[in-house]
């Protein structure tokens, strides 16, 4: 009984395991001919799909990467402790802190609603037209001042979203036991705020990921610039083609792991 | 136990002056007077907004008062110059529900004001937590986390919690009314456990049947003002006031006495 039941069981999810296959490979070669017989498609896949362009940009374009990543790396450690920090100042009560307080809503206002885009061009074409003494030039450390900037306005809303579900019970009882605000806050609040803001925070790292390529428009030789030079070069747009594909595969990881952080949160609130 | 009501401030462990409380305006507690001997249990009844939790709120120094004093030991910890948190540390208080940290083990529950608060070491905090846990037969649990634990087991836990660092004054706020009927005898039996110990307690319940047994002193709230207050057998059994009288006669009503 019990073994006919699992062999049913079985046999059914590798019907659907088929099913699953046929259809995306149905699909594939649809889109696949389509794109192939538009009249456009061999001057197409001469100037985007060029192996042999590929092959040529990929060591300056990967050098590139490894510019992104250690800009995305550095930039996203200073946008959570920054985040952190302005949500929580954020969270202060009581009429002393009213400077503080607004100071932070004023910092989230004006960096949430600012393009990065002119962030970016503010911060790396305006500072260094300061010509102040210590001010850098730059350009990788100009474009990261400006994303840290941005995103930690983002990163701050997260986290104050994710301290503002706790609930309020849970802070009288942390106070009642004597903590101060203080240490409510970091032993208390923070992780059960960091916990339920996880997947929202992994997003927007997805998003740094790429947003980390704009920097190239200061001029730092990242893989989107590196992949500029290359296709002014060889007059071939593949090696933005190909940029972009290992920008994607770059974010691959980090989506699953927001995917599988969501449907963990979920698990747990639905137990709870 | 003590069953003297007429007690002098210099020996009570907790007195409460004129306390006012507003909220927007409108008065929440209007001038309560209310001691709290050593080894004393007091118990607060009244119908559902009297004002009794925003009472042990303000005793613990969780809200701000509007007028009148709180007395720890005869200090006034209501004076604005007194650390709160400090101050917090003489009282032991648990909720009706969400008390429990649910990222924190059980152990780790009991074991954070003592550690972060008081500064005991780690060995000897969990050493008496796990004693502490073992008196109310959780020393099993104490590596679990608390949404691993009936509801009954959790507020015990929370009891255990503000145990661990000896208060002077354990004050409870209807700790048993978010719990399913039949977790609500443990709980009680603890607390009876603890009367019994000779803590001494300030508690808000719907319990009538465990005030009149275990109370030294019942006290009825009315729209934030004391108005009755005595031994169990005078304040359920033959009250003063007539609001009393109501209050009394919808619980018996409600079939609750
Ligand atoms: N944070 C608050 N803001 C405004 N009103 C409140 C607040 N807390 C309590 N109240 C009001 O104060 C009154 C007393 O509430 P409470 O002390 O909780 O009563 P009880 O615990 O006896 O049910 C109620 O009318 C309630 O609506
Ligand atoms: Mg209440």
């Not at chain 1, 923070?190 to 997947?199: C, H, I, K, N, W």
């Not at chain 1, 001029?219 to 007059?235: C, E, K, L, P």
């Not at chain 2, 109310?136 to 509801?151: E, F, K």
Request: net charge positive; hydrophobic share 50%; proline share 5%.
């Amino acid at each position: 009984m019990q073994r006919e039941r699992l062999a049913f069981r079985r046999s059914r999810s590798r019907r659907s395991t088929a099913v699953a296959l046929v259809s995306t490979l149905v699909f594939a070669a649809v889109a696949w001919f389509g794109v192939t017989s538009a009249p456009g498609w061999p001057r197409v896949r001469q100037s985007f799909f060029s192996l042999d362009a590929a092959v040529r940009a990929l060591p300056a374009v990967l050098e590139g990467l490894w510019l992104n990543v250690r800009v995305l790396v550095v930039c996203e450690a200073l946008i959570l402790v920054l985040g952190v920090l302005i949500a929580a100042l954020r969270t202060l009560r009581g009429p002393v802190w009213f400077p503080v307080r607004a100071l932070a809503t004023g910092y989230v206002d004006l960096f949430r609603g600012l393009p990065l885009i002119i962030c970016l061009y503010l911060i790396g074409f305006g500072l260094p037209g300061l010509r102040l003494t210590g001010i850098p030039n730059d350009p990788v450390l100009l474009g990261g001042i400006a994303l840290v900037l941005v995103y930690s306005a983002y990163v701050a809303e997260v986290f104050r979203a994710g301290i503002e579900s706790v609930h309020p019970s849970q802070l009288a009882a942390a106070r009642s036991l004597g903590l101060n605000h203080r240490r409510t806050m970091r032993i208390v609040v923070l992780p059960q705020a960091v916990r339920r803001v996880l997947p929202a925070l992994l997003n927007d790292f997805v998003a740094l990921q790429k947003d980390c390529g704009l920097i190239s428009v200061l001029g730092a030789v990242d893989a989107v610039r590196a992949a500029q030079i290359a296709s002014a070069t060889s007059y071939n747009f593949t090696p933005y083609v190909l940029a972009g594909l290992l920008f994607v595969l770059l974010a691959v990881p980090s989506a699953r792991l927001a995917d599988w952080a969501a449907r963990r949160l979920a698990r747990r609130q639905g137990l709870a | 136990m003590t069953t003297n009501a007429d007690v002098s401030t210099a020996a009570s462990v907790l007195s409460v002056r004129n306390l006012v409380k507003r909220y927007a305006g409108q008065p929440v507690l209007s001038g309560i007077d209310l001691d709290v001997a050593e080894h004393e249990v007091v118990v607060l009844i009244g119908a559902s907004g009297s004002g009794k939790s925003t009472l042990l709120r303000c005793v613990n120094l969780l809200e701000e008062l509007d007028d009148g004093q709180v007395f720890l030991d005869g200090v006034d910890i209501s004076d604005p110059r007194v650390d709160a948190d400090v101050a917090r540390r003489a009282m032991g208080v648990v909720f009706q529900a969400f008390n429990l940290f649910p990222h924190l083990s059980v152990v780790d529950n009991v074991t954070l004001a003592p550690r972060v608060v008081h500064g005991v070491s780690r060995e000897l905090a969990e050493a008496r937590a796990l004693e502490l846990l073992d008196r109310v037969g959780l020393a099993n649990r104490a590596r679990s986390y608390p949404d691993r634990l009936s509801g009954g087991q959790q507020q015990r836990v929370a009891i255990v919690r503000a145990l661990a660092y000896d208060p002077r004054l354990l004050l409870f706020d209807e700790i048993t009314s978010a719990l399913d009927p039949e977790l609500v005898g443990e709980v009680l039996a603890l607390v009876r456990e603890l009367a019994g110990q000779g803590r001494t307690i300030l508690m808000a319940t719907h319990e009538m049947g465990f005030a009149r047994q275990v109370a030294d002193r019942v006290c009825f709230l009315d729209g934030g003002v004391l108005v009755e207050s005595g031994p169990p057998e005078q304040v359920l059994g033959d009250p003063v006031h007539e609001r009393t009288r109501q209050f009394l006669r919808r619980i018996i009503d409600a079939g609750r006495l």
